[in-house]
C-alpha cells in the first residue's frame, strides 16, 4: 500500500448484465470523488472496456447534480456496458496506451467476475508498464456469484422483485383455486441458483405451506420423474402449485434442459431460455392438469420500480469506498460487503485481492439446500431476508418511472483511432 | 325504477380472471352497503356462481375494518373467482332457491362481459320467479373489452405495469447497446389487443421513436413477412428493438399464431400462450441477429405493487355507485365509467342495460391505430394516458407487499347440498 497521494484523473466504467443498483455505485464514486482535491477530472468509459479501446470517454463532473441523483434510482447502466472479453495484447496495450494519454491514476471498475479478471489484468499490465495506477474493482452482479464478498450488490433487488410478483402469482392462485393449476415462473441465474433460491423469502413468515412450492436450483441435478412427483405431492395437498426455476438447470448428465437459443455471448456462456415454457409443456403432457409458464425476462434485472434500499444504499457505499480505498492507497482490489456477527443485520465494506475474485464462482452452500432438494433451509433464509429490506422511492411523471439518462459529453479523443479486430 | 325501500340482504360475488383493482369494488360494495339501513346483512360469494350453487357464502361485515381497507390494494379476487358458465337450467334454478332462502334482494356482481351476461340470465329468472331482488354488474377486465363504459376498472392498472416493466427492458437494451438486439414482450389480451396498445404510454412525452417500437396487436392480421422488415427497419435506425405483442396474435386466416397450450376454459375460450418465445426463435432463424422474449404472465393482472391510484378509485368508485343504484330502485343494469369532455381527465359512473353489455367486445377504433400498423395514433394516447396516473401505496412488511386475506366466515347453510353436474 502506498500511502502517498497519487494525483491525476478517474475513470469508472461498468460490465456486464445491468442491475437495478449498478448505476447507484457510480453515484458513489462520483460524489465521493469530488471529496479529494488529487483527483482531477472524472471520467466515465462507455459500454466498459470498449469505451476505453475507442477513447469513449464522458466527462461525469459535467452532468448535472440531477442525473447524478437520478442514478440512485435509475436502473440498468447508465454508462452503457458491455460483454467483449479483453484477450488480445494489442488490447490490452491500447488500454494503458488511453490511461497514459488522459493520466488515469484511479480505475474504477464495476461488474462480475469476468469484469474483476479484466481489471486485475489491467492493473497488473500497469505496473509492468511503469504507470502508476490504482485499480479497484466494485461488485455488481444480480448472480450473487461473486466470491470474497458476503453478497453482490444487484441481487437483493432482483430477489425482492421477483417475491413481490411470486406473491402477486400466489393471489392470483387462491383465486383461481377450484381447478389444479401449475405456474412455472422461469428466473435468471445461469450457473448458481442464488436468484431462484430467493424466490423462498415469497413465503409470509409462518406459512412454509405458501408458494413457491417448489425451486429448482441449477446446483441440483434435475430429475424429470420426481419434478412430475413433487407436483403431483403439491397438487394433493394444496390444489395449486407455484414452480421457481433458475434457467440454467441441468439433467446429471449436464445437459440444459431447454435451450431456446444456441447463441453465445462473448465470454462463451450459452445464452438460455425457454425452461419454463419447456416444463409448463412437460407437466401438461405428463399430468393431466393446466400448466402455465412466466418469464420475467431481462426485465428482472432492471427492475428498479420494485428494488431494495438495503441493496441500493449498499451499491452506492461500494462506490463511495473504492474511492476511497484508491486515495488511502490500495490497488489491485475488489470492494466487498462484509456482514456485521449478530442481529440486526449491519454491513461494511471490506477489501479482497482481484485475483481472488477473478473468474471463481460462490456457490450456495450444500447445507442450505433443503434434504427435499426443493425447498431451502433456515441459514438461507437468514442470509437473504435483510437484503431485500426498504423500498427505493422512484420519482413519477406522467404515471410512469422517470430515470435519467446522462448527458454524455464526450472528452476529447487525443489518439489515433483504434480498430477492434473480432 | 321502482324507487320504494327494498328491504334485504345484499350478495357481492366476483368472476372470471383477477386484476390489480377488483377488490377495491368489493371495499366500495362493503362500505357503501353499510350506510344503508335497508340492506342488513352484507354476503360475499366465493369463487362467483360456484359459491351460490354451493351456499359459500361468507359475512362480509364480520371481516375486521382492517381487512376491509387492505382490499383496497390487495390484488386478484379475495372473493375467490370461477369460470363456470351457468347454463343449465337447474343451475338457474338453484341459484333463485339460494337467494330466496337467503333473502338476497341486492345482488352485486363483478365480472366482465361473461358474467354481466350471467346476472343478466339471473336478474330476469328472479322477476320471472317472483322473487324482488336488483341486480347490479360492476364492470372489470384488464382486457377492457367491455361496452357501454369508457374503459374497465383493472385495465389502467396492468398497462401501467407493462409500461413500467417496458421502460426498464428499454434501459437495459440501451445499456447492451453494441449488439443488434431483439426483445419480444408477451402480453395478455384474447381478442382485443387494448392491453398491447397500452404499452405505447411507455414512450416518454416527445420521444415517438422510444420503445416499444413495434406493437402487434390481435386486431391486424399477422404477417411474418412484414414482421422482418418492420424489425429490419427498426434495427437500422435504432440498433435494438423492442416489440410488444398481444398472447392472441392471428395470421390473416385467423389462425392463432402460437398456441403453446391446446386446452380450453369453461368459456370455450382458447388459452394461449408462447407466442413471444415463438417469434423470438423466427426472428433468430430468419435474422443474423439476438433475440429474447419475455412474458409476464398472469401477475401482470395482479400487479398491484405497481397499480394505478386512478384506476383504483375508479373500482371503488364502481362498488360505491352499485350499491346507490340498487338502492335507488335500479336493477338489470351494469354500472359504467363516463368520461367528462374537455381537460383534465374527469371521470362519474353511469349505468348501461346488462343486455347490452353480454357478450359483446368493444374493439380499438380502426382509426385509433396507425398506418403503419405497428403504432397507435394520438387518440388512442389522449384515451389511455389519464387511466395511468397515480401510485397505489402498498404497505410492505419484511420487504414485500402486504396483502390481506379475508377470514371468510361462513354462513349456515340452510339448503341441502347441491351437486353440480360437469
Known amino acids: 500500500m502506498s500511502e502517498e497521494s497519487l494525483e491525476g484523473n478517474c475513470l469508472v466504467a461498468q460490465s456486464g448484465g445491468p442491475t437495478a443498483v449498478i448505476n447507484a455505485s457510480v453515484a458513489g464514486v462520483v460524489s465521493e470523488a469530488l471529496n479529494h482535491e488529487c483527483i482531477g477530472e472524472i471520467y466515465g ?9 475507442k477513447e469513449d470517454l464522458i466527462d461525469l463532473a459535467e ?9 440512485r434510482y435509475t436502473p440498468a447502466s447508465a454508462l ?4 467483449y472479453k479483453l484477450e488480445k495484447e494489442e488490447d490490452f496495450e491500447r488500454v494503458i496506451e488511453v490511461f497514459q494519454a488522459h493520466e488515469i491514476r484511479y480505475f474504477f471498475y464495476i461488474g462480475g467476475n469476468d469484469s474483476q479478471d479484466t481489471a486485475d489484468k489491467i492493473s497488473k499490465l500497469a505496473q509492468d508498464r511503469g504507470h502508476e495506477m490504482r485499480v479497484i474493482g466494485i461488485p455488481k452482479t444480480i448472480d450473487n ?3 470474497g464478498t458476503d453478497h453482490t450488490p444487484g441481487y437483493g433487488s432482483v430477489v425482492k422483485y421477483i417475491c413481490t410478483v411470486v406473491r402477486e402469482f400466489t393471489l392470483d392462485h387462491e383465486a383461481m383455486g377450484q381447478h389444479d393449476l401449475v405456474s412455472i415462473i422461469e428466473v435468471m ?19 412454509p405451506k405458501d408458494p413457491p412450492h417448489l425451486i429448482y436450483l441449477p446446483e441440483s ?16 395437498k394444496e390444489r395449486h402449485c407455484l414452480v421457481v426455476v433458475g434457467e440454467g438447470l441441468r439433467d446429471k448428465d449436464g445437459n440444459y434442459l431447454a435451450n431456446a437459443s444456441t447463441s453465445k455471448d462473448d465470454f462463451g456462456h450459452e445464452q438460455l431460455g425457454g425452461v419454463g415454457d419447456y416444463l409448463a409443456t412437460f407437466v401438461e403432457q405428463n399430468l393431466a392438469v393446466k400448466a402455465r409458464s412466466a418469464k420475467l425476462g431481462t426485465g428482472q434485472r432492471a427492475a428498479a420500480h420494485c428494488s431494495s434500499q438495503t441493496d441500493n444504499d449498499e451499491a452506492f457505499l461500494c462506490g463511495q469506498a473504492a474511492v476511497q480505498a484508491a486515495i488511502a492507497g490500495e490497488t489491485d482490489k475488489m470492494v466487498t460487503l462484509v456482514r456485521g456477527e449478530g442481529d440486526p443485520y449491519t454491513c461494511e465494506t471490506g ?7 477473478a473468474n471463481g464462482v460462490k456457490e450456495i452452500p450444500e447445507s ?4 427435499d432438494g426443493v425447498s431451502l433451509a433456515f441459514q438461507f433464509i437468514k442470509y437473504a431476508q435483510p437484503l431485500i429490506q426498504g423500498e427505493v422511492e422512484v420519482p413519477h411523471e406522467n404515471g410512469l418511472p422517470q430515470y435519467v439518462r446522462l448527458s454524455k459529453k464526450r472528452i476529447r479523443r487525443v489518439l489515433d483511432k483504434y480498430v477492434i479486430s473480432d
Chains 1, 2 share one sequence.
Request: hydrophobic share 40%; with cysteine; glycine share 12%.
Open 63 to 71: 452532468e448535472s447534480q440531477q442525473n447524478i441523483r437520478g442514478l
Open 45 to 53: 468509459g462507455l459500454n466498459g472496456v470498449l469505451g476505453i479501446l
Open 80 to 83: 452503457g456496458t458491455c460483454r
Open 368 to 371: 442450505w439446500i433443503a434434504e
Open 189 to 207: 441465474g445461469r450457473n448458481a441458483g442464488w436468484i431462484a433460491a430467493g424466490a423462498t423469502l415469497a413465503k409470509r413468515r409462518d406459512n
Open 351 to 357: 477489501l479482497v485481492d482481484l485475483s481472488e475474485v
Open 221 to 236: 441435478n434435475f430429475s424429470r420423474e420426481k419434478f412430475l412427483e413433487d407436483i403431483q405431492g403439491v397438487l394433493k
Open 145 to 147: 456469484d461473486l466470491v
